[in-house]
């Protein structure tokens, strides 16, 4: 394969830099949908939890249960968000790691390679992707909403 001219180099070495800063923005946005759901959840759960004694003596049966429909949706509206955002940022990364493939160094791709490879000292074996373990937040909070729900129908 030929060598590209200097002026097609700087063009993709200029769309390498704009891919990178790009996922970077996916990734900002991403925290900050995440400190968003994470304090709207908490919120939402401690003041539930706050009037539980009152929703559950006096409030009619449709309070509750509305309620935990609104937490529900609000942990399935998280969980689809970061997964959208995973799914962002590995197209992102694709692209990125295949202009990678004609630089001199393959930063995104080694890095990957090494957590990959390498296993993590401590109690873990492996690296954990935060996709992964972020992802876990929002069940836990269905938890929540489930048990403040049967506490209601329970007193």
Known sequence: MASPDPQQRAEVLELYKLAVEMADRVSARRGAANAFF??????????????????????????????????????????????????????????????????????????????RRDPVHGWRTRYAELGTSERIIPLVFVGAHLLVFLGTLTT
């Open 38 to 115: 994470l304090t709207v959840q908490s919120a939402f759960v401690a003041l539930v939890g706050l009037g539980f004694p009152k929703l559950s003596e006096e409030a009619p049966w449709w309070v509750p249960t509305s309620l935990f429909l609104a937490g529900l949706t609000l942990s399935a509206a998280w969980w689809m968000q970061l997964r959208s955002y995973r799914d962002l940022n590995t197209a992102k990364f694709t692209g990125i790691n295949k202009i990678e493939k004609d630089l001199p160094v393959k930063i995104f791709a080694d890095e990957w390679e090494q957590l």
